[in-house]
């Protein structure tokens, strides 16, 4: 069973940066694809980015190209999510999600990481 | 990145009776191994999104059987065939073909 544990809220000044961590256990990071979505208050579901395995790379949303940067380290078997620049309207909660394929197709959400920009 | 459509926007449904949630993508989501990669998920208040339906019409872990879910390329349905009051949430559809996954705006479902 795959859990994603993220690291906690945040509050940051317009202009900052903010870093978000999601440690996978139960399956090794390598094997997933891990992607980030935000979710500001009262709306909808948008996606950063995330690993394409066709790719063999991270790819990021059109939006946040230049602004956001996620990596891995596959020896902790933890994501992060980087987002500078950060405005009011960065002001969301951040997921990690990934999915197992198996004999059926499992979804896993990290817990979320609210990020509030505020000065 | 590839865009996702849904209507309705909001759904009020009587209890027992069916609903019905349209999904349009603007590119298609039929990939070469014949399927679709097209997910539909539900999300409550104060929760992370929870899978319902995978690849267009297969069922996650789980999932009632009064859900479902049909369609190829680019348009898609999720049906509900008799709404539970446990059924509110806010139901979205994601396209899996590329990255960046992408989502319709929801749709709210509300029983009347």
């Known amino acids: 069973q795959v859990q994603l544990l993220q690291s906690g809220a945040e509050v940051k000044k317009p202009g900052a940066s903010v870093k978000v961590s999601c440690r996978v256990s139960g399956n090794s990071l390598s094997g997933l694809s891990m992607h980030w979505v935000r979710q500001a208050p009262g709306k909808g579901l948008e996606s950063l980015g995330g690993?394409?395995?066709?790719?063999?790379?991270?790819m990021y949303a059109q939006k946040f190209q230049g602004r956001v940067t996620m990596t891995e380290d596959t020896s902790t078997d933890t994501a992060y999510m980087e987002l500078r620049s950060l405005r009011s309207d960065d002001t969301a909660v951040y997921y990690c999600t990934t999915k197992t394929y198996g004999h059926s197709v499992q979804s896993y959400w990290g817990q979320g990481t609210l990020v509030t920009v505020s000065s | 990145d590839i865009v996702m459509t849904q209507s309705p926007l909001s759904l009020p449904v009587s209890p027992g009776e069916p609903a019905s949630i349209s999904c349009r993508s603007s590119?298609?989501?039929?990939?070469?191994?014949?399927?679709?990669?097209l997910d539909w998920y539900v999300q409550k208040p104060g929760q992370p999104p929870k899978l319902l339906i995978y690849l267009g019409s297969y069922r996650a872990s789980g999932v009632p059987d009064r859900f479902s879910g049909s369609g190829s390329g680019t348009d898609f349905t999720l049906k509900i065939s008799r709404v539970e009051a446990e059924d509110v949430g806010i139901y979205y559809c994601m396209q899996a073909l590329q990255t960046p996954i992408t989502f319709g705006g929801g749709t709210k479902v509300e029983i009347k």
């Open positions: 590119q298609s989501l039929l990939y070469s191994n014949g399927y679709n990669h």
């Open positions: 690993f394409d395995p066709q790719e063999d790379q991270i």
